[in-house]
């Protein structure tokens, strides 16, 4: 923890982490609220060990994980699958920073019943005001459904942590999970997070027929990992075109920095970027394709965007659910604006170290014409 904290800094000119007043005044209140919450979350899933022991005997049955890249529409697809008589279940925003485990998420619930209108409304004021600049590139509240990657944030072993101290190399390696990281240490990040992940199940009563449902771009690294910790998982895939996914995903990522910092991302971090993003793709054509490690599908992003309903259904009966998707709040799906321009093909070509891969036509889901 002494070394992460250390590496907030930098006294290198032009750096992100430069000794700068926007640098500092984030500083100053980031680290000892990241601090309070990593000793408040690690107490209380300690605490679960005493108080809730027959967490681990939880039984996580056929999970399912979109493993897309990021800005391919995975949020799109997690709200669907969370909507109102669907047979899924995700962590929260609230859960995976400020409860992690069976107890905070009792008590904080318990609290939460017996809270006045007036109370509850000042929280939902402050939710707005907390994610209002990020919410124009993606949809995020503490009450949403969101990438349960951020619960590994309490254990120092998720690649969010490196948005706190950018152009650090500490923790690259994460993005490169099935590659670069050792064995024992994919082990041991994996089974805390299944553990993480039947203590979610426990904590809403979860029958065997409620399935797990995560999305989290940086899995996209993780796939094996995935295959090996859970059996009878299944992934899905949503396909767009790289030329939208490389400035959207540095788009969303400059807004992330700008907590820790106010310095432009430079061309070096860009490419770093880019570069992340062709690692997670082939190593997403490398487990599934060529070692077919996952069954898998691949929904192609204009069939979710202009036949939701269409494809939701396709994906569902592929799960092998005979639920029909059919909510009401559909047509009030989230759209994020277009605020980046889409590379050209010549940009893409210089920004690519290899050709960008292509899927099987047979792994492609097929989604018929809605009525």
């Known amino acids: 923890m002494a070394d992460l904290i250390l590496k907030l800094f930098s006294r290198k000119k032009g750096s992100m982490r430069a000794w700068r007043w926007h640098r ?12 309070a919450l990593l000793v408040w979350n690690n107490v209380a899933l300690a605490l679960d060990w005493l108080f809730f022991p027959s967490f ?56 939460w019943r017996r809270l006045p209108n007036s109370a509850r409304e000042v929280v939902f004021q402050l939710d707005k005001r907390m994610f209002g600049k990020l919410n124009a590139v993606h949809n995020t509240s503490l009450f949403l459904h969101e990438e349960d990657e951020l619960v590994l944030m309490w254990s120092l072993s998720t690649v969010y942590v490196g948005l706190f101290y950018p152009e650090s190399v500490v923790l690259r390696e994460l ?14 990040i994996t089974r805390r997070y299944r553990r993480l992940v039947q203590r979610h199940l426990y904590a809403i009563g979860a029958s065997e027929d409620v399935r797990f449902l995560a999305k989290n771009p940086a899995m996209a690294g993780k796939v094996k990992a995935i295959a090996q910790h859970f ?5 899905v895939v949503i396909e767009r075109p ?31 970027i880019y570069e992340i993003l062709e690692g997670f793709r082939r190593n997403l054509q490398k487990q599934l394709v060529e070692r ?15 036949k939701r309903k269409a494809s939701m259904n396709a994906l ?5 659910h005979s639920d029909s998707f059919h909510n009401a709040e ?3 799906v989230h759209r994020s604006k277009k605020m980046y321009v889409p590379l050209t093909d010549e940009e893409l070509q210089r920004a690519l170290q290899q050709p960008w891969p292509t899927w099987p036509m047979k792994d492609i889901l097929v989604v018929p014409h809605e009525n």
């Open 24 to 35: 500092v005044s984030r500083v100053v209140w980031l680290v000892p609220l990241f601090t």
């Open 56 to 111: 681990r005997n939880q039984v996580v049955k056929r999970p399912v994980f979109v493993v897309s890249l990021p800005r391919t529409g995975t949020t799109n697809v997690l709200h669907a699958l969370n909507s109102p008589g669907m047979p899924f279940s995700s962590m929260a925003l609230w859960e995976c920073l400020i409860a992690p485990s069976v107890i905070q998420r009792k008590v904080l619930r318990w609290i």
């Open 175 to 188: 993005y490169h999970f099935d590659e670069r990281v050792s064995e024992k240490r994919k082990g041991r």
């Open 231 to 235: 059996p009878g998982a299944q992934a």
């Open 242 to 272: 790289p030329h939208n996914i490389l400035p959207s995903t540095e788009l969303l990522v400059s807004i992330q920095l700008k907590s820790a910092t106010d310095v432009p991302v430079s061309d070096r971090e860009r490419l770093a």
């Open 292 to 306: 077919n490690c996952l069954p898998y599908k691949v929904l192609a992003f204009p069939d979710l965007v202009q």
């Open 316 to 320: 569902l009966q592929w799960l092998g």
């Open 330 to 332: 559909s047509s009030a």
